[in-house]
């Protein structure tokens, strides 16, 4: 459908449901995929199934809402695959109260 080849993929929460399947059609397309996520054993899951699609791809255990986590993870990415052109923030948050319960910290978390 689409030519990626030689582009490098970032997907959040890529190692399951949309985020994978979002992940692996990337792949497909021929672009280099690093999937952000904080489940090791599907972080590992998905990235074989990545490679086996003959690109380079690489999975890091994290949680985006840690901030402080995600430059030197990009940092890593760019260095392994080459510059990001493309980013699909998939990652999955919810706070987990009733409507009213929600306080100002609760939004700006979300």
């Given at each position: 459908?689409?030519?990626?080849s030689?582009?490098?993929?970032?997907?959040?929460?890529?190692?399951?449901?949309?985020?994978?399947?979002?992940?692996?059609?990337?792949?497909?397309?021929?672009?280099?995929?690093?999937?952000?996520?904080?489940n090791?054993?599907r972080?590992?899951?998905?990235?074989?199934?990545l490679?086996a699609?003959?690109?380079p791809?690489?999975?890091?255990k994290l949680?985006?809402?840690?901030?402080?986590?995600?430059?030197?993870?990009l940092?890593?990415?760019?260095?392994e695959l080459?510059?990001?052109?493309?980013?699909?923030?998939?990652?999955?948050?919810?706070?987990?109260?009733?409507?009213?319960?929600h306080?100002?910290?609760?939004?700006?978390?979300?």
């Amino acid at each position: 459908m689409f030519d990626l080849s030689g582009k490098v993929a970032v997907v959040t929460g890529g190692n399951g449901g949309i985020g994978r399947g979002i992940a692996l059609g990337l792949a497909a397309a021929g672009a280099k995929v690093a999937i952000l996520a904080r489940n090791e054993q599907r972080n590992r899951d998905t990235l074989a199934e990545l490679r086996a699609l003959g690109n380079p791809a690489m999975a890091l255990k994290l949680d985006v809402a840690r901030r402080a986590d995600l430059k030197p993870a990009l940092g890593s990415i760019e260095r392994e695959l080459g510059p990001i052109n493309i980013l699909v923030n998939n990652a999955a948050f919810a706070v987990l109260k009733s409507l009213l319960e929600h306080t100002e910290e609760d939004w700006d978390s979300v």
